[in-house]
Structure formats: C-alpha cells, structure tokens
C-alpha cells in the first residue's frame, strides 16, 4: 500500500477583511445574533464549514514517508491550491496502480469534512481533471477512493457518536502533542493577515503519518484509554471556557 496523509483548513468567505472586522465586531458586543440576522450570525460562526460560504486556505499533505508539504491559498489563489492537489492525487493514484500498491488517503475526518469540501470547491473553479477537462465524474473518482479516516475508525470506543471524538483527543490517547487550538481560531488569524501563525498550526496539526503508523506497528488503543483522554481533553476544554468567563484568559 502506498498512503496520501492530509489535512485541508478553511475560513468562511467576505468580501473584505473589513467586511470580517465589522460584523466581529457586532458579534462582541451582542449586536449580531441568531436572532438579529441568522444568515450573517452564521456565515461567521459556521461558514468555515459550508464550502458554499468557505473556503480552502491550506492543505497540508504528504506521500508515504515524504516530508510535510503545504499549500498556501495566500501564495498560490484557491483554484491554483486545489489544482495542484488534485494533480498530486492524480499523479499518486496513478503511480499506485503501476506499482502495484494502491494508493489510500490518509486523515481525521476527511470523509465527512475535507474531502466532500474540497469536491465543492473544485466544481466551484472547474478544476481540471484526467481528460484535460473540468469532468464531475472524474473528481468524484479521484477524491471518494480508499480512505483510512483516524476519526471514523474510532467511532466505536466513542458509543458511535461524534461528540468528544477530537484531534486532540487522539493525540492524547497515542501520546502525541495537542494543537492547542481551534481551527475555527484561523479565521481571525487568515483576515488579520497572521500566515506565519496559521502555517504554524498547521504544523503542529499534522501528526497523521506519526499517529497511523502507531496504530499499523500496535493496533487500536483500548476503550478505557480513549474514554480516558476524552474526559481528559473535555476537562481542559471546561477549564478554558471557565476562565474565559472571568476574564482570565
């Protein structure tokens, strides 16, 4: 087998960055509310998951035991990130078949999230595809193919539900480094113009070589130990908010 590990972030999208620092504003001081303006509350809160109202700002990837790459929307455009990964994807594929080791993705939550987002994306600036044309079918075939997703596979030892099963809670149980942030957290950080910071998430994000290959040398962690670092990691994430709420952090 041969594996493509990656990771896309994304940020909803305005027309301005000061389109973003005025309706944040709103949002701080209570003035942009479900109730005042549902469409524009979410846009902010939850457009960085509707690839009709986001976009792709990275995507961290690597081949096998290849060094980490990262593609940059803020160097490269969205249609021209998007190109080249479906190019590496394609390439990559291809090289699978010949070589006799079929090639799988790699990543957490990529079944749910990143792949179907990037699918949208792709359509939204024709990507080109296998025939030298923008082609549906073929993206689709390209992107939904074998894939390891290091959320999904854990299901179980979560009751099958979503809730608490985190990134950070993975690294916990395997005894890898936490991210120590949000990805919703980029969104501010993309329109302030902070790459530098995003690029260092993104970094400290990508522990999915590292975290499969622990799990392909000594299996699955045990239910007690992953139960463990969820009420673990759900703690910390009390903690925070708690303080937030004084005004300590």
Not at 18 to 42: A, M, N, Q, V, W
Not at 172 to 188: F, I, Q, S
Not at 211 to 227: N, P
Request: neutral net charge; proline residues 4%.
């Amino acid at each position: 087998m041969s594996y493509l590990y990656f990771d896309i972030e994304t940020v909803p999208i305005f027309d301005s960055k000061e389109e973003y620092f005025k309706l944040k504003d709103l949002i701080d001081r209570g003035k942009l509310t479900p109730e005042s303006s549902k469409f524009l509350y979410y846009k902010m809160t939850k457009g960085m998951l509707n690839p009709h109202q986001g976009k792709v700002i990275a995507i961290a990837y690597a081949v096998d035991d290849g060094e980490l790459e990262i593609l940059k929307e803020w160097q490269l455009s969205e249609r021209m990130m998007l190109q080249q990964f479906y190019d590496l994807a394609d390439k990559a594929t291809k090289k699978g078949w010949e070589s006799k080791k079929p090639l799988t993705y790699v990543g957490f939550n990529i079944l749910t999230f990143d792949i179907p987002f990037m699918f949208c994306r792709m359509q939204y600036h024709k990507v080109v595809t296998s025939i030298e044309a923008h082609d549906p079918l073929w993206l689709f075939r390209r992107l939904f193919q074998c894939s390891v997703d290091l959320l999904q596979i854990h299901l179980p030892f979560n009751d099958y539900k979503h809730e608490g099963l985190t990134h950070d809670a993975l690294c916990v149980t395997y005894g890898l480094p936490t991210k120590g942030m949000r990805g919703k957290d980029l969104t501010d950080l993309y329109y302030r113009e902070k790459y530098r910071e995003i690029e260092d998430y993104v970094r400290r994000e990508f522990i999915y070589p590292e975290l499969f290959k622990k799990i392909l040398s000594a299996g699955l962690t045990d239910e007690a130990r992953f139960r463990s670092s969820v009420k673990t990691i759900q703690g910390e994430a009390s903690s925070q908010r708690h303080k937030g709420s004084l005004g300590l952090v």
